[in-house]
Structure formats: C-alpha cells, structure tokens
C-alpha cells in the first residue's frame, strides 16, 4: 500500500509543469491584435515567461498598466535580450495579442524600443514575426 501511495504521488508531481504551461489559443486570441506605446513600469525576468509592465494612456488621457508576456529568459538571451534591455522609464510600442478574458494582458510577438529598433519575441505563436 505505501508503495502504491509513492507512485501515486510521484506521477502526480510530474503532471504539475504540464498542468502549469498554456497554449497561445488557449490564452490570446489572434483575431485582438493591439499595438500600445507607453511607459515601462516593470521587467519580470523570470521563468517561465519574462513580462513587461506598461503605463499606456487612453485616448481619454485615462492611464491603464498593461501586462506583456514574452518567451523565456533563456531563449530572449540567444536573440541578443538581456535584463538591461528595458529599464523603467523607457518609452515603447509593443505588437501582440490580447487575451481572451479581454484583461489587460497580451502576447507581445514585437517590441519597438524608443529608437525604433524593433525586437522579436521568440515563443511568441501570435504570428507573422514570431519564431
């Protein structure tokens, strides 16, 4: 019987990264594509999605935080990112996919820094421009 029960609870643990993960479809929906510029408030550099924190005002001038996931640190880094990449205060245009419960949550698949340098995010399913 404790035998039983260790199996048990093994075969339950490794279900849990499986049962953590989500699919693209799942989450954002391709037919709410958005393009916002605002303000960086926060780089998440952290497993298993790096996030981006927006301040993005409406047109009304009524300011809202917008959250962005983009792929893992490890793949950011073999593209050139870096945790120093963004820093709050930078000023960006961010292309994706927003979520399907229309939260203030998107798919970033292209971020477009203040210089107009345009960087891909690599596990974005979004699209065209994704790897």
């Known amino acids: 019987m404790k035998t039983c029960l260790v199996v048990f609870i093994g075969f339950a643990l490794l279900a849990i ?8 479809s ?12 605002g303000t960086v408030t926060r780089v ?8 981006i924190y927006l301040d993005v005002p409406s047109p009304a001038g009524k300011v809202k935080n917008w959250e962005f996931e983009l792929g893992s640190p490890n793949g ?17 245009t961010i292309k994706g996919f927003r979520a399907r ?31």
């Open 17 to 24: 990264p499986a049962v953590a993960h989500h699919s693209f």
């Open 26 to 37: 799942a989450e954002y929906d391709r037919n709410q594509p958005v393009t916002l510029r």
């Open 44 to 51: 998440e550099w952290t497993n298993p999605h790096a996030m």
């Open 76 to 92: 950011l880094m073999r593209i050139g990112w870096n945790r120093y990449s963004l820093k709050k205060g930078d000023e960006i």
């Open 101 to 131: 419960d229309g939260s203030n949550l998107v798919n970033a698949n292209l971020v477009i820094l203040s210089d107009g340098k345009s960087v891909l995010n690599p596990l974005s399913s979004g699209g065209e421009g994704s790897k």
